[in-house]
């Protein structure tokens, strides 16, 4: 009587898999023992950010810099940073990611749908910063502007009447101030939501 052994099956080792793997352990980890820790480091950062686009302000409004010149403090000693869009680029991008990948933690309904607003601001915030960014990289911008112009400046522009040419009639300080705080404060009802759950949600989690 032969014995035929079953031949092992292989797992599958392959550098993608132990990527998706290390991905799934790092988000599980992230919304669960280290979500309180990651939730205070995403908004430091989210602040420390909202900060910079505030000293910009007080350049412009304040200390009547000129434009070119209100870079907040980071672009100051990095002005290479501001020029280029990789700071509030990488910024945009940090901001979406961390608003995707914290949201499996956020269950309650009211505190979940305010967290989705910000996640749905974020992704077009993104969007913009990555316009600008790309006009940068191929040093051509839009029309005839003399500065990387968002699809905001465009509609600003189009509304404005003025011609789409030197500088948009939309300033970007103003702007990019403005997206921030719209992101910000839905993130923020969304964690009072998260921290003191009301006793019945209209919302479904």
Known sequence: MTITQKKPKLRNFSPISKLGSALQFLIYAL????????????????????????????????????????????????????????????HALFMLLGLAVLRPAITIGLALFWWNIALAIAF???IEHALLLGQALIHDNLYDFASPVSIAQLIAQFFSGHPFAGQPWLPRIELHLF???????????????????????????
């Open 124 to 126: 077009w915030h993104h």
């Open 179 to 205: 997206y921030n705080l719209i992101v910000l404060i839905p993130m923020l009802v969304a964690l009072y939501y998260h921290r003191f759950p009301p006793a019945r949600s209209n919302l479904s989690a």
């Open 31 to 90: 919304n669960g023992r280290w979500h309180k820790s990651a939730m205070q480091v995403f908004m430091i950062v989210v602040l420390a950010h909202l900060s910079e686009h505030l000293i910009q302000g007080v350049q412009l409004w304040v200390l009547h810099w000129p434009r070119p010149q209100c870079m907040g403090i980071l672009g100051l000693m990095y002005p290479w940073l501001m020029k280029t869009e990789w700071l509030h680029y990488g």
